[in-house]
């Protein structure tokens, strides 16, 4: 095993409800061989006590350290601006509404001790109630990109690559596709790494939801026309394929199944036709307030 360190990143905007706890998982984080070096927090335009729960932190330990924006720019220049000051051999972005396991960092650093794997990425495992239509949907989402991730790398909710990308653009909401798309640039493989859990909640109403997937399917229609990459989501095919090993013959769960692929398909037919017809790129998004209660 080889000895590495790593800066976390953690882009964060009016999460006072969770980034306590997220911190404070990320320091009991137990590791052998490797360290994290620091946990960098970017509070981009924060309205609520965001700032000053991280400052309580950086009072107790000196890994953590928090950078500030005053406006609040999309999450892709939060990422630039901590990139510009991460300092690790590598680079972990968490999502400031998730919380790691305790061993979820180790797991996560290492493979790269083979020096031909250039990005990690953890398996996101929702804490939606799935005994209700909006929670059952949201845990075949993540089930169905295990089962994908399986099969090619599709890296989301954390992060890890070697430092070796300067800035991604600017104007991309798919940032975690837009960093796979470097990496294999560098000839440098993707690796999934299931057993490196975090949690996350998913969209709770269908309004959020349409939101958020519609969102994310435009950020990869934008990262198609820009850099020829497409993540294996669009793929249909694999899709259909990933349903079929977890699809349960429940008739309850089968219309709610159905009900998830119809909002699914309108979310990207919606997002088809912002983006070529209307040329809309929303890169900086609204919240989906309903994502942000998370409790474990």
């Given at each position: 095993m080889f000895y590495l360190d790593a800066s976390v990143g953690i882009c964060a905007?009016?999460?006072q409800d969770n980034i306590g706890q997220l911190l404070d998982a990320l320091l009991k984080q137990k590791l052998s061989g490797h360290k994290i070096k620091e946990i960098i927090v970017v509070s981009s335009g924060s309205t609520d006590n965001t700032d000053e729960v991280v400052r309580g932190f950086e009072k107790k330990d000196g890994r953590v350290k928090l950078l500030t924006q005053k406006v609040r720019k999309g999450k892709s220049s939060a990422?630039?601006?901590?990139?510009r000051h991460a300092t690790g051999d590598i680079i972990i972005l968490e999502s400031?509404?998730?919380?790691?396991?305790?061993?979820?960092?180790?797991k996560l650093m290492n493979p790269f001790d083979d020096p031909k794997v250039g990005m990690c990425g953890g398996r996101p495992v929702p804490l939606n109630d799935e005994d209700t239509a909006m929670g059952y949907i949201i845990h075949v989402v993540w089930r169905l990109h295990h089962e994908l991730s399986l099969i090619k790398p599709k890296e989301g909710e954390i992060v890890a690559f070697r430092n070796i990308i300067e800035s991604i653009a600017s104007d991309t909401a798919v940032d975690e596709a837009w960093?796979?798309?470097?990496?294999?640039?560098?000839?440098?493989?993707?690796?999934?790494?299931p057993e490196a859990v975090v949690y996350n909640r998913g969209p709770q109403t269908v309004s959020d939801f349409i939101r958020q997937r519609?969102?994310?399917y435009l950020g990869h229609l934008h990262l198609k026309r820009k850099r020829s990459y497409a993540p294996i989501t669009m793929d249909w095919i694999e899709i259909l394929k990933g349903l079929?090993?977890?699809?349960?013959?429940?008739?309850?769960?089968?219309?709610?199944?159905a009900l998830g692929i119809t909002l699914e398909l309108y979310a990207r037919i919606r997002a088809v036709f912002e983006f070529y017809i209307l040329g809309k790129n929303p890169f900086q998004w609204d919240m989906c307030r309903?994502?942000?209660?998370?409790v474990k």
């Amino acid at each position: 095993m080889f000895y590495l360190d790593a800066s976390v990143g953690i882009c964060a905007y009016d999460e006072q409800d969770n980034i306590g706890q997220l911190l404070d998982a990320l320091l009991k984080q137990k590791l052998s061989g490797h360290k994290i070096k620091e946990i960098i927090v970017v509070s981009s335009g924060s309205t609520d006590n965001t700032d000053e729960v991280v400052r309580g932190f950086e009072k107790k330990d000196g890994r953590v350290k928090l950078l500030t924006q005053k406006v609040r720019k999309g999450k892709s220049s939060a990422i630039n601006f901590f990139l510009r000051h991460a300092t690790g051999d590598i680079i972990i972005l968490e999502s400031a509404d998730t919380l790691p396991l305790e061993d979820t960092i180790q797991k996560l650093m290492n493979p790269f001790d083979d020096p031909k794997v250039g990005m990690c990425g953890g398996r996101p495992v929702p804490l939606n109630d799935e005994d209700t239509a909006m929670g059952y949907i949201i845990h075949v989402v993540w089930r169905l990109h295990h089962e994908l991730s399986l099969i090619k790398p599709k890296e989301g909710e954390i992060v890890a690559f070697r430092n070796i990308i300067e800035s991604i653009a600017s104007d991309t909401a798919v940032d975690e596709a837009w960093i796979e798309s470097l990496i294999v640039g560098h000839n440098l493989s993707l690796v999934y790494v299931p057993e490196a859990v975090v949690y996350n909640r998913g969209p709770q109403t269908v309004s959020d939801f349409i939101r958020q997937r519609k969102r994310i399917y435009l950020g990869h229609l934008h990262l198609k026309r820009k850099r020829s990459y497409a993540p294996i989501t669009m793929d249909w095919i694999e899709i259909l394929k990933g349903l079929r090993k977890i699809v349960t013959l429940n008739p309850k769960r089968l219309s709610w199944l159905a009900l998830g692929i119809t909002l699914e398909l309108y979310a990207r037919i919606r997002a088809v036709f912002e983006f070529y017809i209307l040329g809309k790129n929303p890169f900086q998004w609204d919240m989906c307030r309903t994502t942000k209660r998370l409790v474990k």
